[in-house]
């Protein structure tokens, strides 16, 4: 499974291929196959093979570049999973912070001091903090990693 920036790479590498495809295409397709062979069967069969080459040098770039274009997106929807990763983590890193809060607040009550009335007074008690909710799991086809570091997300987070 490619990670976002393997699909990146490659969509620049499908792209120039593609590039290069329709260059091809235009350079035979400018040949002028007249004033290279005149008559004959060769003279007429020429021409044909040329623009069946150029045509499926153009069609060729077209599939490249669909390719390329798959990649960009498939690139884009791993970088945005990474992102709601990265998000997720750090409301995970403050919701464990609130827990510990609440938690050194509860255990810390009983270490008041009696008031003159004899009533230890609580503190006020705020309320749990409620767990983030994770992303759903990235497509089977991505590699995605957490950002900061290479561990690989499975399909539970």
């Not at 020429?46 to 960009?72: F, N």
């Not at 609130?98 to 008690?125: F, I, K």
Request: charged share 15%; hydrophobic share 50%; proline share 8%.
């Amino acid at each position: 499974m490619p990670t976002g920036a393997e699909f990146s790479a490659a969509a620049i590498e499908f792209s120039a291929v593609s590039a290069e495809l329709r260059g091809l295409s235009a350079a035979v397709r400018s040949i002028d196959t007249a004033s290279v062979v005149q008559g004959g069967r060769l003279g007429r069969l020429a021409p044909v093979r040329l623009a069946s080459c150029a045509g499926q040098a153009t069609s060729a770039a077209a599939a490249v570049e669909a390719a390329a274009q798959l990649c960009r997106e498939r690139a884009a929807i791993i970088a945005a999973y990474e992102a709601q990763l990265a998000a997720y983590d750090a409301a995970m890193i403050a919701y464990s912070a609130q827990l510990n809060s609440l938690a050194l607040a509860s255990s810390g009550w009983s270490w008041l001091p009696e008031q003159p009335d004899g009533v230890v007074a609580a503190p006020v008690q705020a309320p749990a903090p409620r767990r983030p909710v994770a992303p759903s799991p990235p497509p089977a086809w991505a590699d995605v990693r957490r950002i900061g570091g290479s561990r690989p997300v499975g399909r539970f987070v």
